[in-house]
């Protein structure tokens, strides 16, 4: 079935720096989404993308669709403290409602 | 506008007991999904329903498990006779729409333990 693999699975930064990650599938997904996990919450929507190529801000976040629509990237610029957390791409799988989740990277940011 | 509610946001629960989780999606969302997350991995579909109907219970477990989303109050995730796999992080998820645009919207989960 339809799999999402993100990496890295961690990653320990300084204030201020700039991070990129990525996720990337074996099949091909018409929408990329990109979440945010806050420990003991739910996952809050970041960017959403619809269009193979397409390159979407959100503030500090910049998230991009692959050509191919078999990967997505998310680069966060100039972290803070607040960006802790884990980050999920998700998509929707096969043409349905379902949504297939990666694994996360999970984020440290050092003051 | 409030966003997706669940409760309760813990729930202990010895082996065997029922566990029942509800949901009330946004205002104005008649779609709803509930995914369960078990510790350092991503969210698994479980179901998704509409109201009166389950429109795809593809990825819940064969028995003890049921969903429902009457056309009055929450959305419910009904376990019987729960057992410690049971244990988890269960999020609901709305949407206004069909149609597969894939966003959804994360309520704060209800934490499962059995004991």
């Known amino acids: 079935g339809q799999q999402l693999n993100q990496s890295p699975q961690s990653m320990f930064i300084q204030e201020g720096e700039d991070v990129s990650m990525n996720c990337t599938s074996s099949s091909i997904f018409n929408t990329w989404l990109w979440y945010k996990q806050d420990p003991g919450e739910g996952p809050v929507l970041l960017i959403a993308?619809?269009?193979?190529?397409e390159l979407t801000s959100n503030g500090r976040l910049t998230a991009q669709f692959g050509i191919t629509r078999k990967d997505s990237f998310l680069n966060i610029s100039a972290s803070i403290p607040s960006d802790v957390g884990i980050y999920f791409c998700?998509?929707?799988?096969?043409?349905?409602?379902?949504?297939?989740f990666g694994k996360g990277t999970k984020l440290t940011v050092n003051p | 506008n409030a966003g997706v509610m669940q409760n309760p946001r813990h729930l202990v629960r010895r082996r065997g007991q029922e566990a029942r989780l509800r949901c009330s999606p946004m205002k104005g969302h008649s779609h709803v999904y509930w995914y369960r997350q078990l510790p350092e991995e991503g969210l698994k579909f479980m179901v998704y329903l509409q109201k009166e109907n389950i429109i795809d219970e593809s990825g819940m477990p064969k028995e003890r498990f049921s969903a429902e989303f009457p056309k009055e109050g929450p959305s419910i995730l009904r376990i019987q006779q729960v057992v410690r796999g049971d244990s988890a992080a269960y999020f609901c998820?709305?949407?206004?729409?069909?149609?597969?645009?894939?966003?959804?919207?994360f309520g704060p989960g209800t934490r499962l333990t059995v004991l």
């Open positions: 998700a998509g929707p799988r096969g043409g349905s409602e379902k949504l297939v």
């Open positions: 993308l619809y269009k193979a190529g």
């Open positions: 998820a709305s949407s206004p729409w069909g149609g597969h645009q894939g966003e959804q919207f």
